[in-house]
């Protein structure tokens, strides 16, 4: 069909500059391993954290709510797609979360979106950190506030932001907890005590910190103890709690202004029965099983130090969330076929995901990869950091 040579003419663009990206079919369940193209490989990029995708408590529970409940809803929360489940996961993020109150989006991406447009008037301001996640920046596109982006991490821009915006109704900054190409974490405690010191209220996006960080994976907050202090925390169910979903948790307030106001909310029908009872289970396996925890980041730790040894650029990592720098986009590229004939299954990430010239292998160790699997990966790693001339 005619139309569309336009956008056809970019797509050759990124082909002529080796980095067009066709989508990787998995074959296989989502798990330390994977099957790609008929071969198994070990997977190092995925969100899995705890390997829960495939843990048996949340597959028996999604089963059960099929047979119990079928296969959809049929509707909007606030229409007639509001389960009892629901609001028993609600309760259970909530209490999780040591928070008055908490809400289920579709996804963390539309729980942002969500916050952010229906929150702020243009009386107020939404303060970022230029590193946030895309969803925060689309949430952002989509208020009607005044917008101040400060530098990463960077405290005294973010200071200069809130005094730059003192007659604004509501100073809203947000940050994510863990940043998702990095793996850094927000300075929290900082960015909390400048909003208490200029009366600006606190949001932060947990999902890669959530099941990672803090007592039983309860993520930021709770790693630095700041309860009760930050207003506004978003996480995801899809990463570390390996089923599908986002979740706003803050007071109750906040949750029936959303329910009333946020757009991606009101307008897009609500989790299938299996997708929430198996969250459900997730929150119970995080209480149950905290050594799950504790195997992720021995994982992370023995992965990062050797990648370390070896001579590659990690960035400033102080997560799971290990960053392979490699710079240029093609040359990224290259390096992760070349991984992935080693056996390896570790996704190059280029512009515009990160900046020009950051170009980098993205890795994620989970608690399910075994000593052997990490060590097969590192071999693999060094092999072609030395052939391509990285290391
Ligand atoms: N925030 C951050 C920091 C993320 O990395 C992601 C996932 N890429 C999201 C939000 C969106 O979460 P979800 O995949 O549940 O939409």
Redesign the pocket.
Known sequence: MKGFEYLQEELNQLKDQGVFRPLIDLESEQSSTVTIKGKKVIQLSS?NYLGLTTHPKLREAALKAVEKYGAGTGSVRTIAGTFTMHEELEEALANFKHTEAALVFQ??????VGVLSSMLTDQDVVISDEL?????IDGIRLTKAKRRIYKHCDMNDLEQALQETQSCRVRLVVT?????MDGNIAPLPDIVDLCEKYDALVMV?D??ASGVLGKNGRGTVDHFNLHGRVHIQ?G????AIGV???YVASTQTVRDYLIHRARPFLFSTSHPPAVTAACLAAIEVLLEEPELIDRLWDNTKFFKNSLQQLGFDTGNSETPITPVIIGDGAKCMRFSDELFEAGIFAQGIVYPTVPKGSARIRTIVTASHSKRELEQALDAFEKVGKKLGVI
């Open positions: 969100n996804s963390g991406f539309t729980a942002n946030n996640h895309a969803s925060i994510d907890g863990v940043f998702s996006d999902a890669h978003v995801t169910l899809s990463k599908l979903g986002g």
